[in-house]
């Protein structure tokens, strides 16, 4: 393993800075001393350091452009070191899209910071004005005379700089970059693409033996009696670890880890009466917690009195798995009194900081390693497997590798929230917004997450925007732009309603109500590129919009969909971004072609099936992502500024694409369905689902008769206008009792 001495034994010019880590949007000072940020060594080589972990979003090839642009260096004499506690300066954790607008920023500082001192030495080498001074290639020159230059490798020969990061160091304007701003070949891919790169699965260790960890069957589950005697009977056991209910395994092989776990017998105490996934939304209202209220303007009540519409809405997203490549994993191995742990966690330091508590050392006896990471989207951040891999370490005497099976990820591995919103809107003739209630309920113990995303970016005089936190019987957590793409899908639906309601272009509607100039720029470009004018007409396809805001970036998505009954197809996706200065525009469409496939999966497919605290579906054979051939057509457009800052690219797009899908759906669905509900012995109408082109329209129907307390009945027996369509709800009606004239007679039940 490198050490921080063997990284400086060659430094002839070292940057040091105070760690700048991301907490939401703004930059917080941490905890700890100054760090060193950039090292030059005598060949005029080049390293930056950071506590970010590269798993698969491309900041190892951003930082590398960022500094070799900085310092007008070749890209190979460019090394990035990232996520190891003994080398890098502390950080929060990879995490919000905030890797480039935070750290890159420091680090190009950094390296301004280090080609000034290597003009100012030319200067003194020359005795020359650094004014008339330049770089380019590892070499500093004379401006007007470009024969007249000398190396850096030259000018740092015998030199030992300690310099501190200069914060009004000026960088580069974006004409003068070489590297940013262009397309550029990650510099990892060739090792990923030939399974050079290393995971911590791929970790291995001199007498490294493998653990394995009793489960509980669900969430809330005790075991009541436990039966270990079977495990030690396997072959290659090594030891068995009992404290409470924790109790693990260790063997010479994983297979054989697998069989002693599967050997042991408990008999587990379940939790009763939890909710399931098909009547949790109804739990999550009953068990919210205290709303709170993040905006409120004017008068909502004033606002829907003078409105020609009220429009009322209620949304739900299930819970949703992050389900990354490669599941959590984790080596411990102790030297002595000391702990090295390489884990596969987005947050190396929090997981030393977590460990020096649960184990009571000291933060300095602990050093965590970050490998490649196979894919986080928000899961990661756990420390238990490391843990794990330590505890069975130190009682085996020997190195321990933790991995979860597919299924241990489903089900302990965090879920997306769920979440349920009631919006109601009053809007004109003419398409103004003038009142907004916005109400969301979502799941987890952190009241930020579901105010991600929830405020509106339409003008509107009359608001109030509030959020409350609800209990889940699943273990929830992070995911990508947690919140916010939730937030946004509601938001952006009801807004394709009001659309519907007036029958007016839903790009229009959305123009008309935006104030923000990046986000409306941003809309029109996409339409434009995906020649919404056009097409909008077009009925043998489904077509929809939506926009969004995250990481400071802004987003439209204009979609493509055909469904023929239960055969969905996303056939084109338009995605617009605004994420200021585009420092690798390849990684930022390699980061939007992932969100957009990603939230194909949570709009379509995805869903957590769990009834009791267990999860029903935890294999991928039953929980359906998104495949190779269910990829659209993804064309990106990048609207950014150069002389705008750099933001967030990797999770923005995942924000509008659910309901661009989910409008482009029920206008792409030919078939289509009306479904109601009624009460079995009162036939009153409790509920009601509509699926097609027309359903914002035919839903008033249904609204109204639940409201006035009708029953299916009355409803069949309700003369409606033709053309047929209308007479859809009649049918449904009708096929309560039967007597539908084109739906089959329902099966009875037994």
């Not at 075991?223 to 395994?249: C, K, Y």
């Not at 050093?367 to 986080?376: D, F, K, L, Q, T």
């Not at 089900?411 to 003739?429: D, K, Q, Y």
């Not at 608001?463 to 209990?471: E, K, L, N, Q, Y």
Request: net charge negative; hydrophobic share 40%.
């Amino acid at each position: 393993m490198t050490t921080i001495s063997e990284l400086h034994e060659d430094a002839a010019l070292v940057v040091t800075g105070p760690p700048q880590w991301a907490g939401g949007l703004e930059l917080r000072e941490p905890p700890g001393p100054e760090a060193t940020l950039l090292v030059m060594d005598r060949q005029g080589g080049a390293t930056a350091f950071s506590g970010k972990v590269e798993y698969g979003q491309g900041i190892r090839s951003g930082f590398s452009l960022a500094v070799a642009d900085e310092l007008d260096l070749p890209l190979d004499s460019v090394r990035i070191i990232l996520g190891d506690t003994a080398l890098v300066p502390y950080d929060r954790g990879t995490v919000g899209s905030l890797s480039t607008m935070t750290l890159g920023m420091q680090l190009r500082r950094a390296a301004a910071t280090a080609r000034g001192a290597l003009i100012t030495l030319a200067a003194e080498h020359w005795s020359v004005e650094e004014a008339s001074l330049a770089t380019s290639e590892g070499q500093v020159f004379v401006s007007g005379e470009p024969s007249r230059r000398v190396s850096y490798a030259e000018l740092l020969q015998g030199k030992d700089l300690r310099l501190p990061i200069l914060e009004d160091t000026a960088t580069k304007r974006a004409e003068d970059f070489v590297f940013m701003g262009k397309d550029a070949t990650r510099t990892d891919a060739l090792a990923r693409v030939t399974g050079q790169a290393k995971y911590s699965h791929d970790i291995v260790v001199d007498g490294m033996l493998h653990g394995k960890i009793l489960r509980a069957p669900s969430y809330g589950a005790t075991p009541q009696q436990i039966d270990t005697a079977g495990a030690e009977r396997i072959p290659g056991f090594v030891i068995l670890l009992r404290d409470g209910d924790f109790v693990g395994v260790v063997c010479e092989r994983e297979d054989a880890a697998e069989q002693a776990v599967d050997a042991i017998r408990v008999r587990w105490q379940e939790e009763q009466n939890l909710p399931s996934d098909s009547d949790f939304p109804a739990a999550l209202k009953e068990k919210a917690k205290e709303m709170i209220v993040l905006r409120e303007e004017g008068s909502p009540a004033d606002g829907f009195a003078q409105a020609d519409h009220v429009l009322e809405g209620s949304y739900f997203v299930p819970h949703v798995a992050n389900v990354p490549m490669e599941t959590s994993a984790a080596v411990a191995s102790w030297d002595g009194g000391n702990l090295t742990v390489w884990s596969g966690d987005r947050a190396p330091f929090g997981v030393r900081d977590e460990l020096a508590q649960a184990l009571d050392m000291s933060q300095d006896q602990i050093r965590v390693i970050a490998p490649e990471v196979g894919g986080s989207f928000g899961t990661k951040g756990t420390v238990e497997v490391a843990k794990e891999a330590a505890v069975l370490a130190k009682a085996a005497g020997r190195p321990v590798r933790v991995a979860h099976s597919r299924e241990e990820e489903f089900i302990w591995a965090t879920v997306r929230p769920a979440a349920l919103f009631e919006i109601r809107s009053g809007f004109n003739a003419d398409g103004q917004i003038v009142a907004w209630e916005y109400t969301a309920y979502h799941t987890g113990d952190r009241p930020q997450r579901g105010q991600r995303g929830a405020d509106t970016p339409y003008n509107t005089p009359n608001v109030r925007i509030a959020v409350a936190d609800s209990a889940s019987p699943l273990r929830t957590g992070s995911y990508r732009s947690l919140g916010c793409a939730a937030n946004h899908f509601a938001r952006e639906i009801h807004i394709d309603e009001i659309a519907a309601t007036l029958n007016m272009d839903p790009v229009e509607l959305r123009l008309m109500n935006l104030t923000h100039p990046r986000l409306s720029r941003v809309l029109r470009q996409t339409a434009d590129r995906f020649d919404w004018e056009s097409r909008r007409n077009d009925t043998s396809v489904g077509i929809g919009v939506a926009i969004g805001y995250d990481a400071g970036s802004f987003v439209a998505e204009c979609a493509e969909v055909t469904a023929r009954r239960r055969n969905v197809r996303v056939q084109r996706v338009v995605a617009g971004i605004d994420c200021g200065m585009v420092v690798n525009p390849e990684g930022v469409r390699n980061q939007m072609e992932g969100s957009i496939i990603m939230g194909m999966g949570t709009a379509l497919r995805e869903v957590v099936e769990f009834d009791s605290g267990r999860l029903l579906n935890p294999a991928l054979s039953r929980y359906r992502v998104p495949r190779i051939n269910d990829t659209p057509e993804i064309e990106i457009v990048m609207s950014g500024d150069s002389t705008t800052p750099s933001t967030g690219a990797g999770e923005p797009g995942i924000v509008p694409i659910a309901a661009a899908i989910g409008k482009a759906l029920a206008e792409g669905e030919r078939d289509g369905f009306v479904k109601l509900i009624a009460h079995a012995e009162t036939g009153q109408l409790l509920g009601g689902h509509i699926i097609g082109g027309h359903a914002a329209e035919l839903i008033g129907q249904i609204t109204l008769a639940i409201k006035l307390r009708a029953t299916a009945e009355q409803l069949a027996e309700t003369i409606f206008a033709p053309p047929p369509l209308s007479e859809a709800v009649l049918e449904a009606a009708e096929g309560i009792f039967g007597q539908a004239t084109h739906l089959p007679k329902p099966r009875e039940r037994k």
